[in-house]
């Protein structure tokens, strides 16, 4: 489908999207302690806080004034990373906790989406070229399958055969306790050792859906007229996918990462949450356990943003890289 | 007013026999396609061992010491025993009703909403169409499971609360599909001239444009459903579900919880889980195949994007 839009009106509405639905994640972030049934100070005030610490909170929190004092000074409190302290870990800062924990989910997240765009795009564009034929049932069943496996169960599997049975890797966590690294290369290494399972557990979900976009899209291509001239031209069957059908054909799978990104964001906390993987999901896992509604509500916020940007950036390459977009 | 009356009453049993001519249809074809064939069977079989599950379980699922502690699978219990010594074959049993009663609920009313939203959103071309649509698009970006978690952990968890939540924040993906559904039938020359002949637009909505609509919505329903036993499965594994009804999620919960790995009760865990793979996977088989049955040109698209 043609665009008769130009790259730069692609751009703004895009950034229009992104901002229209970040200030619905303020004031959803907002509304949610405030709406729900039961004393909205219990949720910025936990029991074990000091009465010093409470008034800190009501004055911060503008609990007692009106709701559109609430509003303000929520918005500033929020655009200066300000979301309270933590009930459960009492009386750190809600912030420092997940900026400790959010580098490491980003990597997990992005590790995943790499390799199941590197298996899952190949294995479907290979689909498409076998249309029909057993190779290419054979993969669209496999990930109809592999689609219904729900994530934090497949994590039980992989810690079940890999820690267990056969233990070669380990239990869960990023470092065994008390290690001392020697260099940056020691503790890349050990953190990857430590990250393989929860990498390829959350890669297996994703796979199956890469491979689905790649395969439909491929297949949308294939019968184009240009393809037809490729091949009567004599070029080989290889030269033909790799060089006139599959660029174009990945444009569309790339515009899904984005959309990818928000269910990859739910697979993470249930795979952090097996493995006792100290990232965001985890953390999120554990302030809900707890009823840390503070930590709730950080987790809420930025794991949400996370998506919105990545979903941003998505669309940046999208229009960087389709030369319909903005084109002639 | 008498005679308007006859034709109505003629029409429905028209429409009546009609809807159970396609209806014999649908399953025809559902039944000569290998994956509707399969699908069929594997939903059919859960959903007949869930809801027969009195006449079939052998034990009360939730007395103590039925058995020894942790017994690993026997005749006698046929999926091993926990760590309070209840049966799991019959707790897999009960448990299925939960999962199956809350994904299907929960995939009907999220399916019932994107069809609400969906077909306006496609229909009308003006502002009431953009609004809708920006209203989808916004909802689309919200990690759902995210807020799952979220909504659970404040308003807590019943069954109830839990079908409503799964519904309400599941209905935007298939909303996209049937919007783009709606668009290419309100293209349709028979919509131009209902129009013309001074029909409201909801009269359109409802008489022309649903009934095209639908083959696309019933087979997302399906499809729907996989993504909310998923879900309920998350949620209740993550210690948000309902404490005090079995669901399979719930039992997973408790499997992890008791550190059933380190005890190495694998059948703890690997059957609520079967039961999870094999549910979703029957609806993913009986969803594809409705598709192709229902809308035959359009099955490349499943998975496609606008």
């Known amino acids: 489908m043609a665009t008769t839009e130009s790259k730069s009106e692609f751009l703004v509405r895009r950034l229009g999207h992104f901002t229209v639905a970040f200030c619905a994640l303020l004031v959803i972030n907002f509304a949610i302690p405030r709406v729900m049934p039961g004393d909205p100070t219990t949720q910025f005030v936990g029991p074990g806080f000091t009465e010093e610490a409470r008034q800190q909170m009501l004055e911060q929190f503008g609990l007692n004034e009106p709701m559109w004092e609430q509003f303000l000074l929520y918005l500033i409190n929020t655009l200066t990373g300000?979301?309270?302290?933590?009930?459960?870990?009492?009386?750190?800062?809600?912030?420092?906790?997940?900026?400790?924990?959010?580098?490491?989910?980003?990597?997990?997240?992005?590790?995943?989406?790499?390799?199941?765009v590197a298996i899952g795009v190949p294995l479907?564009?290979?689909?498409?070229?076998?249309?029909?034929?057993?190779?290419?049932?054979?993969?669209?069943?496999?990930?109809?399958?592999?689609?219904?496996?729900?994530?934090?169960?497949?994590?039980?599997?992989?810690?079940?055969?890999?820690?267990?049975?056969?233990?070669?890797?380990?239990?869960?966590?990023?470092?065994?306790?008390?290690?001392?690294?020697?260099?940056?290369?020691?503790?890349?290494?050990?953190?990857?050792?430590?990250?393989?399972?929860?990498?390829?557990?959350?890669?297996?979900?994703?796979?199956?859906?890469?491979?689905?976009?790649?395969?439909?899209?491929?297949?949308?291509?294939?019968?184009?007229?240009?393809?037809?001239?490729?091949?009567?031209?004599?070029?080989?069957?290889?030269?033909?996918?790799?060089?006139?059908?599959?660029?174009?054909?990945?444009?569309?799978?790339?515009?899904?990462?984005?959309?990818?990104?928000?269910?990859?964001?739910?697979?993470?906390?249930?795979?952090?949450?097996?493995?006792?993987?100290?990232?965001?999901?985890?953390?999120?896992?554990?302030?809900?356990?707890?009823?840390?509604f503070p930590l709730i509500q950080g987790t809420f916020f930025l794991l949400t943003l996370t998506v919105l940007t990545a979903m941003l950036i998505a669309d940046l390459l999208y229009a960087f890289l389709d030369p319909r977009v903005g084109g002639s | 007013m008498s005679k308007t009356e006859i034709t109505v009453q003629t029409d429905r049993f028209e429409s009546t026999r009609e809807l159970l001519e396609s209806v014999k249809r649908v399953l025809i074809g559902l039944l000569s396609n290998k994956k509707g064939l399969a699908g069929l069977t594997l939903v059919g079989t859960m959903v007949f061992i869930s809801f027969a599950a009195p006449l079939i379980a052998p034990y009360d699922p939730e007395a103590l010491g039925i058995g020894p502690r942790l017994e690993p699978p026997t005749g006698e219990h046929l999926m091993g025993t926990d760590d309070l010594g209840r049966d799991v074959f019959s707790m897999f049993l009960y448990g299925g009703r939960i999962s199956l009663t809350v994904g299907i609920a929960a995939g009907i009313v999220a399916t019932v909403v994107a069809t609400l939203i969906g077909v306006p959103a496609g229909y009308y071309r003006g502002r009431t169409g953009r609004w809708l649509t920006t209203a989808i698009d916004m909802s689309l970006v919200f990690p759902p499971f995210v807020l799952v978690i979220v909504f659970a952990a404040y308003i807590g968890s019943t069954v109830f609360n839990i079908i409503v939540i799964l519904a309400l924040l599941s209905w935007p993906i298939p909303a996209r599909t049937i919007k783009a559904k709606a668009i290419s039938v309100r293209e349709n020359e028979f919509v131009e001239s209902t129009r013309a002949l001074g029909a409201t637009d909801f009269t359109i909505m409802k008489d022309e444009v649903l009934p095209n609509v639908l083959p696309v919505v019933f087979a997302n329903g399906v499809l729907q459903v996989v993504f909310t036993i998923l879900m309920e499965a998350a949620v209740s594994f993550l210690g948000l579900g309902d404490p005090t009804r079995i669901s399979w999620g719930t039992m997973l919960y408790f499997a992890q919880t008791e550190g059933a790995l380190s005890l190495g009760a694998w059948w703890w865990m690997i059957f609520p889980g079967l039961g999870i793979v094999v549910t979703a996977f029957g609806f993913t088989l009986l969803g594809t195949a409705l598709d192709e049955v229902l809308n035959p040109r359009l099955q490349r698209r499943t998975w496609g994007w606008d």
């Open chain 1, 124 to 292: 479907g564009a290979f689909g498409a070229w076998k249309f029909g034929q057993r190779q290419d049932v054979l993969i669209t069943q496999g990930s109809l399958f592999f689609r219904s496996i729900p994530t934090f169960w497949l994590a039980i599997l992989m810690l079940f055969v890999f820690g267990y049975l056969i233990p070669i890797f380990p239990l869960g966590g990023v470092s065994a306790a008390g290690t001392e690294y020697t260099g940056l290369l020691d503790y890349l290494a050990d953190l990857i050792y430590h990250s393989v399972l929860p990498i390829v557990t959350l890669s297996a979900y994703f796979v199956a859906g890469y491979t689905f976009l790649m395969r439909a899209s491929l297949l949308d291509i294939l019968p184009e007229n240009y393809i037809t001239i490729a091949q009567t031209k004599g070029l080989s069957d290889r030269e033909v996918l790799f060089r006139h059908a599959v660029p174009p054909a990945v444009l569309p799978v790339i515009t899904q990462l984005g959309f990818q990104i928000g269910r990859l964001v739910g697979g993470a906390i249930l795979v952090e949450a097996v493995f006792s993987y100290p990232g965001m999901g985890q953390l999120m896992f554990e302030a809900v356990l707890a009823r840390d």
């Open chain 1, 82 to 116: 300000d979301f309270g302290l933590s009930f459960s870990r009492y009386p750190t800062p809600v912030f420092e906790l997940m900026m400790e924990r959010l580098p490491r989910t980003l990597f997990l997240m992005g590790a995943s989406v790499s390799l199941s």
